[in-house]
């Protein structure tokens, strides 16, 4: 499975940045994909996830209410939504890919992963 995120930029605190992971594999629709951000200093965080096969979707807490993931699995694409940036959501944005029935925030459960995209919140 290889994955390519887009959509990453500068915005100003309170907008909004739609990022998109492109999947090669057909079989993407039975894969869970994980969204993941990491800020310069810190550890990688979990932002949000949804399963291809139960369905399932999960947010941090940090993001609940502001982003939501979708899935296209015809153009097989996965798409974060996100709304009322701040500049704590600053960071490299990666999507990931495991083939499992449930939805994890847990990164090392992910065998697949995307080279990332900047997201930069500031005025």
């Known amino acids: 499975l290889q994955l390519v995120e887009s959509g990453g930029g500068l915005v100003q605190p309170g907008g909004s940045l739609r990022l998109s992971c492109a999947a090669s594999?057909?079989?993407?629709?039975?894969?869970?994909i994980g969204w993941f951000r990491q800020a310069p200093g810190k550890e990688r965080e979990g932002v949000s996830c949804s399963s291809g096969i139960d369905g399932s979707q999960k947010y941090a807490d940090s993001v609940k209410g502001r982003f939501t993931t979708s899935r296209d699995d015809a153009k097989k694409m996965v798409y974060l939504q996100m709304d009322n940036l701040n500049p704590e959501d600053t960071g490299v944005y990666s999507c990931?890919?495991?083939?499992?029935?449930?939805?994890?925030?847990?990164?090392?459960?992910?065998?697949?992963w995307g080279l990332g995209t900047q997201v930069t919140v500031s005025s």
């Open positions: 594999e057909t079989d993407k629709d039975y894969y869970t």
């Open positions: 990931a890919g495991i083939l499992r029935v449930d939805c994890t925030l847990r990164a090392p459960e992910y065998a697949f």
